[in-house]
């Protein structure tokens, strides 16, 4: 079995603390390239893996940002709010999630269709996405004040320094190396960031707002899932999927 090390990029100070990654996803990840005999994910035995990501704890209060540096920004209706950590009910969003190992090596072709990362009332939006490896992300502004994409990664993938104008038009990039958690900043307005995840095959999600997730297509077998969180690090956990059945599994994430 081969293990590819790669580090997550070191994040430099911003205006804002609390910005940056947990000492946990910094520190270096591993991705199994398992050699493991690829199983056909055929659609009539695939089983999926659906589940919560949980809190415990207390979690920091959402800190709304001052951006009357940009009148163009000051300007919007939408409130911004810092999203460190998102908690409802107990229930954690922006949670990547993904097969660490156990995958099959003849994982589908990442999906013609680019993942689409927004700039929208001067934030990111979503904050958290995630590509297969090999597949596009594409940068829209959809405001009225000038940003900035930038990008650092640690694992290969394109370093990205562009500005897009008001409504300009977007910039589509090819993400080829598995990385965690790759912060996109904007240079214009330090307050915000995203976060970009490359995942080692097609078997990943993000947890939403209410904290839930779900994995399809999966071939009968027994995986590592692991989780990961910007500020909360890493968890991981072996789950077993049967063929045609959905199999459950919860992460906690706790704040002492």
């Not at 398992?34 to 990501?53: F, L």
């Not at 969003?93 to 999906?111: L, R, T």
């Not at 904290?211 to 077998?221: A, E, H, K, R």
């Not at 956990?237 to 994430?253: C, I, L, Y």
Request: aromatic share 6%; hydrophobic share 40%; net charge neutral.
């Amino acid at each position: 079995m081969k293990k590819i090390l790669f580090s997550i990029v070191a994040i430099s100070a911003l205006t804002l603390s609390g910005c940056k990654p947990d000492a946990a996803v910094r520190k270096a990840e591993v991705f199994d390239k398992s050699t493991t005999p690829a199983h056909s994910p055929a659609p009539e035995n695939a089983g999926a893996i659906t589940g919560i990501m949980h809190f415990t704890g207390h979690a920091p209060a959402r800190v709304p940002i001052d951006m009357s540096m940009d009148p163009a920004c000051s300007l919007t209706a939408a409130q911004n709010l810092s999203e460190q950590y998102i908690v409802n009910n107990g229930k954690l969003a922006n949670v990547f999630v993904y097969v660490k190992s156990g995958a099959p090596i003849s994982s589908a072709e990442p999906d013609a269709r680019p993942v689409v990362l927004d700039q929208k009332n001067c934030r990111y939006v979503p904050h958290v996405i995630a590509v297969q490896q090999g597949g596009n992300v594409e940068f829209r502004n959809s405001d009225p004040a000038m940003h900035n994409i930038h990008t650092i990664s640690a694992a290969g993938n394109p370093a990205i320094d562009v500005s897009e104008g008001p409504g300009g038009a977007p910039q589509t990039r090819q993400f080829t190396n598995p990385e965690l958690m790759m912060a996109v900043r904007c240079n214009n307005h330090p307050w915000m960031e995203a976060f970009l995840n490359v995942a080692p095959n097609q078997f990943f999600a993000v947890s939403r707002e209410d904290g839930t997730f779900s994995i399809t297509g999966l071939p009968p077998g027994t995986y590592t899932l692991a989780a990961v969180h910007e500020k909360l690090g890493e968890r991981d956990m072996q789950v077993t999927v049967p063929a045609k059945s959905q199999t459950r599994a919860d992460f906690t994430f706790t704040m002492k």
